[in-house]
């Protein structure tokens, strides 16, 4: 019998400025595709306008809200 992997990823950074928000949701896309694992997502401080809805890209960046929507489809969010 194979056990559930749960990964909780907490996320405080604004989402543009750093690479932490953007590495955090990239590594929790990746998980959130894999079979037996579960994966949340929390947002509290500066990371709750990770969220945000429309948001406007700088350049040379991804859109982290398109990356949220995403992981909300197969795993969970919270602010």
Same mark, same amino acid.
């Given at each position: 019998?194979?056990?559930?992997? @749960?990964? %909780?990823?907490?996320?405080?950074? +604004?989402?543009?400025?750093?690479?932490?928000?953007?590495? +955090?949701?990239? !590594? #929790? %896309?990746? %998980?959130?595709?894999?079979? /037996?694992?579960?994966?949340? +997502?929390? %947002? !509290? #401080?500066? /990371?709750?306008?990770?969220?945000?809805? /429309?948001? @406007?890209?700088?350049? /040379?960046?991804?859109?982290?809200?398109? !990356?949220? @929507?995403?992981? #909300?489809?197969?795993?969970?969010? +919270?602010?």
């Amino acid at each position: 019998m194979e056990t559930l992997k @749960k990964y %909780l990823f907490v996320i405080n950074d +604004a989402p543009y400025g750093n690479e932490r928000p953007y590495n +955090a949701l990239r !590594m #929790a %896309l990746n %998980l959130v595709k894999r079979e /037996g694992v579960q994966v949340k +997502a929390f %947002l !509290m #401080a500066d /990371g709750v306008f990770c969220a945000c809805k /429309g948001q @406007k890209t700088p350049e /040379g960046y991804y859109n982290v809200e398109r !990356m949220l @929507k995403s992981i #909300a489809k197969r795993g969970k969010v +919270a602010t």
